[in-house]
C-alpha cells in the first residue's frame, strides 16, 4: 500500500501567513527558530536556526465534534512549498518514536488504534491501521508533546 502524507493545505498555511486567526481565534505568534525541533507542519521539514516561524493553534479536523483535538504547531513564516506527499517527511525521520492514531470516516478516534510506535515501525504501523476498513486517515503525534504532526491516507 502506498501512503501519502499531508501537510496544512496551502490556503490554510497562506490565510495563517497573512494574520488569519487560528483555531481559538487569535492571531499567530512569530518566533525565531533556534534551529532544534521547530517542525513547519506545511513542508513537513524544520525551520532552520535564525529563520521566523509561526506559532498557532491547529485544529486538522473538518468538523467541530468531540474528537476534533487542537493544539500549538509551527510554521515557516515566510513561504514554503507544501510537502509533496510522496516521500517520508524529514520531521517523521527525525525522532526516535511517534503516537499513531487511526481516524473513521467521520474524523473520530478508532479506539484500540492509538500506539507509541518507533520511527523504524511507523510506516509499517500506518499501513497496518490504514488496511483496516474502519480506518481512512491516521494521524502522527509528538510522543513528547502529543503535538500533531502530519496526516497520513493511502494513495
Known amino acids: 500500500m502506498s501512503l501519502r502524507y499531508i501537510p496544512m493545505s496551502d ?54 465534534q468531540p474528537y476534533a483535538e487542537t493544539g500549538p504547531v509551527f510554521m515557516h513564516a515566510e513561504a514554503c512549498p507544501a510537502h509533496d506527499g510522496e516521500t517520508l517527511p524529514p520531521i517523521l525521520s527525525s525522532r526516535d518514536s511517534y503516537l499513531l492514531r487511526g481516524y473513521g470516516p467521520d474524523e473520530r478516534i478508532v479506539y484500540g488504534t492509538g500506539d507509541v510506535i518507533t520511527r523504524e515501525q511507523l510506516e509499517t504501523r500506518a499501513n497496518e491501521l490504514l488496511a483496516r476498513s474502519d480506518i481512512s486517515a491516521v494521524h502522527v503525534r509528538s510522543t513528547k508533546y502529543s503535538c500533531y504532526q502530519c496526516r497520513i491516507v493511502t494513495a
Open 11 to 64: 490556503a490554510e498555511a497562506r490565510r495563517m501567513r497573512e494574520g488569519g486567526l487560528d483555531a481559538y481565534g487569535n492571531a499567530p505568534e512569530r518566533q525565531i527558530s533556534d534551529g532544534d525541533g521547530v517542525p513547519c507542519r506545511h513542508c513537513l521539514d524544520y525551520v532552520e536556526a535564525g529563520a521566523p516561524y509561526l506559532v498557532f493553534a491547529l485544529r486538522p479536523f473538518s468538523s467541530l
